[in-house]
Nanobody
Framework: QVQLVESGGGLVQAGGSLTLSCAAS????????MGWFRQAPGKEREFVAA?????YYADSVKGRFTISRDNAKNTVYLQMNSLKPEDTAVYYC?????????????????WGQGTQVTVSS
């Protein structure tokens, strides 16, 4: 079993920055593929970024967002810069026990509860 808890969301003006954190507990974290997804009101959940031994980003965030992890702290981060109103969503952290880089939600085994990010124009 893996428990994931996101934090760091909030309200920010367009052009600003936020860093999301996802603290993991339970089974081995360092071997898991980790991902960030987001879901805006009325829209489907969409892929944002993923990492294992490689990193993959959605085109919509490439160059603005950075995913990283600290295995010693069992934590994965999402640094978000140059935020836009269209980045407004609930952001979810996810873990895939079969370590790899996945961009589809059904490849992930565990999910956090989500943290709200709101970008004002």
């Amino acid at each position: 079993q893996v428990q994931l808890v996101e934090s760091g969301g909030g309200l920010v003006q367009a052009g600003g920055s936020l860093t999301l954190s996802c603290a993991a507990s339970g089974r081995a974290f360092s071997n898991s593929g980790m991902g960030w997804f987001r879901q805006a009101p009325g829209k489907e959940r969409e892929f944002v970024a993923a990492m294992w031994w490689s990193i993959y980003y959605a085109d919509s965030v490439k160059g603005r967002f950075t995913i990283s992890r600290d295995n010693a702290k069992n934590t994965v981060y999402l640094q978000m810069n140059s935020l836009k109103p269209e980045d407004t969503a609930v952001y979810y952290c996810a873990a895939a026990l079969r370590g790899s880089v996945y961009s589809t939600a059904n490849e992930y085994d565990y999910w956090g509860q989500g943290t709200q990010v709101t970008v004002s124009s």
